[in-house]
């Protein structure tokens, strides 16, 4: 590649890397995802659609996969650097690094979070066969403005935000720094400053299934919330859950998710180091 394209700033290059990563890992591994939300809908997996129409709902995901993974490493990279900027130093480093992972991480999964919510819960809509496509989904969400108005739409959906962000900011203060600390103790091995594609997501495999069976119990919560037809608070879900299904219904579906977020962590973060090195970063 040109001596210009590898010049590119570090935030255009997170901006191009974090798209195609989330464009791909979410297109190649959507049927998982579909099976994964039919085994946590209460309408059981039979009636939620069971392998038919395992594409159903693909198109939210296919227009809101690259800003959502493009907003992460966009937030996630630049507070990281922030944040070793002013307080690591090479006494602390060691202890300090996990902590800032954390924290970026988690700012950029809020920021995520924004385009991610009201993605899943149209995709979702249509993955669990309550409406037969995602326009349809958006359609009769829209179509609730003249009932709710406009405050009411944006509700709706945004509807399980608040347990998609309790979701998602434990799962990404675990992948994350586990992500970074493999990609130091390789580093460490090697002798090299880079890492390659194929390391990244080996390690981002490895993290994501962790995170990925320590964070199903608030997946299923946050699943049921969005696929709910009456908006309910995740307390009163969660009770609600307890009562019908006992303990177990939290764990619903836990195989395929470590499955789906363990090979998505290959895909997900091997192609976004591809992506980087390729641009020129490290």
């Known amino acids: 590649m040109s001596g210009t394209f ?8 997170a901006l191009i890397a974090g798209a195609l990563a989330g464009t791909t890992v979410d297109l190649s591994l959507y049927p998982i995802d579909t099976l994964k939300t039919r085994l946590q809908s209460s309408a059981g997996f039979a009636s939620s659609g069971g392998f038919r129409g395992i594409y159903a709902g693909v198109g939210s995901a296919l ?5 959502g993974a493009a907003l992460f490493f966009v937030t ?8 070793h900027f002013h307080t690591t130093s090479p006494a602390t480093a060691k202890w300090v690094d996990p902590l800032t992972h954390m924290a970026a991480a988690s700012l950029g999964e809020v920021a995520a979070c924004a385009v991610r919510v009201p993605t899943e819960v149209v995709k979702q ?24 108005g406009v405050v009411g739409v944006w509700r709706e959906l945004y509807r399980g935000w608040g347990v998609t962000v309790l979701r998602e900011v434990p799962f990404t203060m675990i992948q994350f720094p586990l ?36 964070t199903t119990p608030l997946d299923v919560l946050k699943t ?3 696929l709910a037809r009456e908006k309910v608070g995740a307390g009163e879900m969660a009770g609600m859950m307890l009562r019908d299904g006992g303990v177990g219904v939290f764990f ?10 363990s090979i998505g962590g290959a895909v997900f973060l091997g192609s976004y180091q591809w992506a980087y090195n390729a641009m020129g970063g490290v």
């Open 6 to 13: 590898k010049t590119e700033s570090p935030f255009t290059r």
């Open 63 to 67: 227009i809101g996969s690259a800003p």
């Open 76 to 83: 996630y990279e630049a507070s990281k650097s922030y944040f």
């Open 125 to 148: 809509r249509a993955q669990a066969v309550q409406f037969h496509s995602s326009f349809a989904a958006l359609q009769a969400i829209l179509g609730q403005r003249r009932t709710v």
């Open 179 to 214: 992500w970074e600390g493999l990609k130091e103790w390789r580093r460490r091995r090697t002798g090299r400053e880079g890492i390659s594609a194929l390391e990244s997501g080996l390690f981002g495999s490895v993290a994501g299934a962790v995170a990925a069976g320590v």
């Open 224 to 226: 049921r919330m969005m």
């Open 252 to 261: 619903k579906g836990m195989g395929p998710r470590v499955v789906w977020i």
